[in-house]
């Protein structure tokens, strides 16, 4: 748009009267809401008979209202850009009206909307609104010597300069136009009765001053509304103060009572929406029985009609955040009812596109407060009712932009939806017709960065569709090709900061879907890209906090890749370079839940980490720590499902922890708690798929600890309740996959225990059933490593029930088939953890069933195999005292063989590095049995393979030690029968020597 264009108020683009820019913090307070009170001001304001009609001094007309005027509704996201509808409003918009504070001033979009609209032309429409702080407090050394700070200041930067074309700041610095509504240093109110009410919870000032105050207060407000007023139609404020009727001032003393009554009581408010809406009804079907008044009538109907569409909007959006999470979104949905009564009375509206335009945004508003009271099956209806009109809206104006841009967010708002229903196919089918309509955007204007930006967000949500249904493969072709677009967005607009972060948001989903593949190198490349963005983003505004965030983010993401590869240093240092950055941010807005959240997250990154590198007693300081924070959000709103959420998930994590020290009380007590949360959970939804699966976990973790004590009936019954709410999640998510996984980990588990019941015919029904449904994902998603990895342990437990059957062939089959499984995992990932776990217990597995069908070089290589795995392991976590005692059971497997083999002298080595670790072990785990028996055990094997070298003196020694171990764990308890028999051969060998 040309500075001619923007000037002239009758183009049809400038359709706003004026854009509201301001930080939602300074929108949110009961009788400081400004945005939506200068917003209802304006749009009410009845301009004087004599002015409207007139020219004023630019030579535009006056209009009889300021109408329309744009204010975004809902806070733009974290990691946001300034959206399309944004961009397009500012351009379609003569005046830009900044609310200041210093709030306001830390907010990048408030900058970048002032910085665009100047960029356009409009330097000479910019007004300001000070609700609070200082202006030019940052750089005035006079204002400072009278006791004003840097952060008092209450403009902009961007504010406070001239703009060039480019979007430079020039040298020169300009005075907007400003009004002031504050009370000395501090913020004003929209109200007098707001001001009323906090002077009496003040208790100090009498009545009558009370009265004075407000209405100094009320007079000197409504001076700076006309002020306001005066600079937007182009009138000196004199002329219009002189002209301002008193039945305005009246009107406007009567739309602050229905402010209070608004603020009062939800019910009313909605009582007023339905009155409205049927004044406006009644004002409609007269205008249309008067001809000589029809014109006018349905005037004042529109406009009746438009204010009952705005009290319901308001209440849609401006309460829906309030409300949520209090569970009280129950008090408009009348009032959703009422208003599609309201569009239905009216009937055929195919005249008037506008009229229709507006029903398909009350349907897509009624959507929104069904959705967020999680009623998706409803809110899905309304969505499509909306999307039904704006096609509609299509087929009659094919030409118009406006109706494709509107159309294209009605299939991406039916599209999310459905995404979370989990109908995935459908969603799929809505973001390609979004696609569609965002393509047909760019014809003839291929390089828009708002169009763009359209196909870009249609390819990532088909994305995220093709991610969750495991097609990774077509997922990464989506991002990848979200990824040159806002490549391109971004080079066409190298200052713009919120271009840049998109670019590093795609390049996180990119490496997700990388990793999810099992390119992790390829994974890391992606993230760092997106570190190096997000870091020169900090670097050239440090104080920026969604940057910093966004570097964190990027940091974590590093972090998780790192300990995939086994790079523990480099995770721990990228985990707590981000929780240094987020506690810093999170100090500085102690409000911030969010931000609290998160540092509490990347605290169980670090306690990972710390667990993974052997050091246990800090990983369980942490995760003690991390129980309080927890406890600390769960109490600022109970009602947040979100944090109760949490607080169960840590409880369950230091549970785990607990558990593996043998602390299986204290665990089973977290356990329960975190058990009790997700039953009320789950009691306030029992249909919510999230909220069974964290129950079934919780019945699932309590079986652990009964297992672990040996209580296999009682362990059994546990897994058996486990399953059964993982059946039910699964039904109620069945497009979920992780659903579906959980049910094959409870089927294992069950397993697990007939097995150890000795029920093998029992077990291995278990196992089989875990295995179709483990065999149907990896069918499903092949390309999907986790499913195969699952898959391949799935072989292995069905090895070792045919094994303990003594069905040997069909025991080695299934160890092989898991092996199958796993060499193409680990090809692509050496250093998995999890899979070179895996392919240790199956070749330790193997070897040993080899040995008994007395195939003993198969045996060999297999054994030899476990052993480098297990060492692989042991090396990436030195500290790990498990991975050590993985490391003794793999050498003195292969002890076994070679001694099989007739090589005792061969085995001497591996058999004397096992007993070096057992002792190791014992050592540190100065109160464990277990860890003392396993070290007689490798001493007495030790012993006789040293006797059967004829090395007897050491032979001796280390047959003594044993024998003494076993004596003493005699007198703590009984020995096992294994444990008795091997005494009973240690006193016959040392008898011999």
């Not at 998706?376 to 509609?392: C, G, S, T, V």
């Not at 998109?502 to 989903?509: A, F, G, I, R």
């Not at 994590?653 to 607990?658: K, S």
């Amino acid at each position: 748009m040309t500075h001619a264009e923007f000037n002239s108020p009758e183009t049809e683009a400038a359709r706003y009267w004026c854009f509201i820019s301001y930080r939602h913090a300074d929108n949110k307070k009961a009788g400081r809401q400004w945005a939506t009170w200068l917003h209802q001001s304006i749009e009410t304001y009845e301009v004087p008979d004599d002015l409207a009609g007139s020219k004023n001094g630019r030579g535009d007309t006056i209009p009889e209202r300021i109408f329309p005027v744009f204010r975004d509704e809902e806070e733009l996201p974290a990691d946001a850009d300034l959206s399309s509808p944004i961009y397009r409003a500012l351009d379609a918009s003569r005046f830009l009206l900044v609310v200041c504070s210093p709030r306001v001033v830390g907010s990048t979009y408030v900058a970048e909307e002032i910085l665009y609209f100047k960029k356009i032309g409009g330097e000479d429409r910019v007004l300001a609104v000070m609700i609070e702080g200082e202006p030019n407090a940052s750089r005035d050394a006079g204002k400072q010597s009278m006791g004003f700070h840097a952060e008092d200041e209450c403009f902009p930067d961007v504010l406070r300069y001239k703009i060039g074309a480019d979007g430079t700041r020039l040298g020169e610095m300009t005075e907007p136009v400003a009004a002031d509504f504050r009370l000395g240093k501090e913020q004003g109110w929209t109200s007098p009765e707001a001001y009323r009410q906090a002077l009496r919870r003040d208790d100090v000032l009498s009545e009558r001053e009370i009265d004075r105050r407000v209405e100094e207060y009320r007079q000197r407000s409504h001076l700076m509304l006309l002020k306001v007023l005066a600079g937007i139609l182009g009138v000196p404020l004199g002329r219009l103060t002189q002209r301002d009727k008193a039945y305005q001032l009246a009107k406007a003393q009567r739309r602050a009572r229905l402010a209070r009554r608004i603020a009062a009581g939800f019910a009313i408010l909605a009582l007023l929406a339905v009155a409205a809406a049927g004044i406006a009804l009644v004002q409609y079907r007269a205008a249309e029985k008067s001809k000589r008044e029809a014109q006018a009538a349905a005037e004042r109907a529109t406009h009746a009609r438009r204010e009952a569409e705005k009290l319901v909007e308001f209440m849609v959006f401006d309460l829906r955040d309030k409300l949520k999470p209090i569970g009280r979104l129950d008090l408009l949905d009348d009032v959703s009812h009422k208003v599609d009564d309201y569009y239905q009375a009216f009937g055929n509206e195919g005249a008037d596109p506008a009229v229709r335009r507006q029903r398909a945004a009350a349907m897509t508003n009624a959507g929104n407060v069904l959705d967020g009271q999680g009623k998706l099956a409803e809110a899905i209806a309304k969505y499509r009712e909306a999307l039904a009109i704006q096609q509609e809206i299509v087929a009659a104006r094919p030409n118009d932009p406006q109706s494709h841009d509107d159309l294209f967010v009605s299939y991406n708002k039916l599209g999310n939806a459905l995404r979370e229903q989990g109908d995935l196919k459908a969603a799929l089918t809505n973001y390609q017709a979004a696609r569609a309509e965002a393509e047909k955007l760019l014809e003839g204007s291929p390089d828009d960065a708002i169009r763009l930006s359209y196909l870009a967000m249609s390819e990532e949500n088909m994305g995220v569709v093709k991610s969750q249904t495991g097609d990774a493969k077509g997922a990464l072709e989506q991002f990848q090709e979200a990824l040159k677009i806002t490549l391109k967005i971004a080079a066409s607009r190298p200052q713009d900061a919120g271009s840049q972060n998109n670019v590093s948001l795609v390049h996180e989903e990119v490496g997700q879907t990388l990793s999810a593949l099992g390119d992790i190198d390829g994974a890391r490349r992606s993230f760092q890209e997106a570190a190096s963005i997000t870091e020169k983003l900090v670097k050239e505004d440090p104080g920026n906090a969604e940057w910093r965030r966004a570097s964190a983010v990027s940091q974590l993401k590093v972090g998780e890749i790192q300990v995939i590869q086994g790079d523990l240093t480099g995770a721990l240092a990228n985990f707590r370079a981000a929780h240094e950055t987020m506690s810093a941010l999170s100090a500085q807005d102690p409000a911030n839940a969010g931000w609290q959240r998160e540092v509490w997250v990347l605290s169980g990154k670090i306690t990972d980490v710390l667990g993974l590198g052997g050091d246990q007693e800090a990983a369980l300081k942490n995760e003690r720590e991390a129980v309080a924070a927890a406890e600390k959000l769960a109490a600022i709103d109970p009602s947040n499902a979100g944090f109760q959420r949490d607080l169960g998930v840590s409880q369950n994590r230091l549970g785990d922890r607990l558990l593996r020290k043998g602390k299986i009380e204290e665990a089973v007590e977290l356990y329960q708690r975190g058990r009790a949360i997700a039953r009320k959970l789950t009691a306030l939804d029992s249909a919510n798929d999230e909220w069974l699966s964290d129950l079934a976990i919780s019945e699932s973790k309590l079986g652990d600890a009964l297992r672990a004590q040996g209580n296999l009936v009682d362990a059994l019954e546990q897994y058996s309740k486990s399953l059964e709410i993982a059946v039910k999640a699964a039904a109620a998510a069945p497009a979920n996959a992780e659903r579906r996984r959980a049910v094959t980990v409870a089927n294992r588990k069950i397993g697990d225990v007939l097995q150890a019941k000795h029920d093998l015919p029992g077990a291995l029904k278990s196992y089989r059933e875990a295995l179709a449904i483990a065999q149907a994902l990896a069918s499903e998603f092949p390309e999907n490593p986790g499913w195969q990895t699952d898959l391949s342990f799935m072989h292995q437990n069905l090895g070792d029930v045919q094994r303990a059957q003594h069905d040997l062939p069909a025991a080695v089959d299934d160890y092989r088939r898991g092996l199958a499984l796993l060499r193409p995992l680990l090809v692509q990932q050496p250093a998995n953890r999890d899979r070179l776990g895996a392919l240790y217990l199956l070749q330790l597995r193997l070897a040993a069933t080899l040995v008994e069908q007395h195939d003993l070089d198969g045996a060999l290589v297999s054994a030899r195999e476990a052993v480098d795995a297990a060492k692989r392991l042991a090396q990436a976590e030195p500290s790990s005292l498990g991975h050590s005692h993985d490391l003794a059971v793999a050498e003195l497997g292969l002890g076994d063989v070679l001694t099989a083999r007739a090589e005792p002298r061969e085995a001497l080595p591996h058999q004397r590095e096992a007993a070096r670790l057992t002792t190791d072990i014992a050592g540190k785990m100065l109160d464990s049995t277990g860890a003392r028996a396993d070290m007689a055990y490798c001493l007495g094997v030790l012993g006789k393979t040293l006797v059967a070298v004829s090395q007897k003196e050491e032979a001796r020694a280390k047959l003594t030690q044993a024998r003494t171990i076993l004596k003493e764990l005699r007198k703590g308890s009984p020995l096992t029968p294994p444990q008795e028999a091997s005494l009973a051969e240690i006193d016959k060998m040392l008898s011999t020597l």
